[in-house]
């Protein structure tokens, strides 16, 4: 089988690591988030590279950000069908 050559960005690795924390109940709603420093420390990456996963995150509805406090996951809303 040949191998793919997938260029996943290091934005989407971080954003899906967290994303997966907050699926995974590991992160609920309300907690608040490690800083940007101690998330670049454990992932071994650039500050800018988690403030933008972070930032895309928030986009998505999954964060709230709150300057001088921190970032927070947010509560899940209800999914209503039409």
Known sequence: MK????????ESI??????????NNE???GDTL????VLAD?????RIV???ALVQLEKMGMLD????VGRFVKEKRPVIEL
């Not at 191998?3 to 290091?10: M, Q, R, V, Y």
């Not at 971080?14 to 699926?23: G, S, V």
């Not at 454990?42 to 650039?46: D, I, L």
């Open 3 to 10: 191998e793919s050559n997938f260029n996943i960005s290091n």
């Open 50 to 52: 988690v403030r933008n």
């Open 65 to 68: 950000s709150r300057q001088g």
């Open 27 to 29: 992160l609920k709603p």
């Open 34 to 37: 490690p800083s940007e420093n």
């Open 14 to 23: 971080i954003r899906n690591a967290i994303q997966e924390r907050i699926m």
């Open 42 to 46: 454990e992932f071994g990456m650039k």
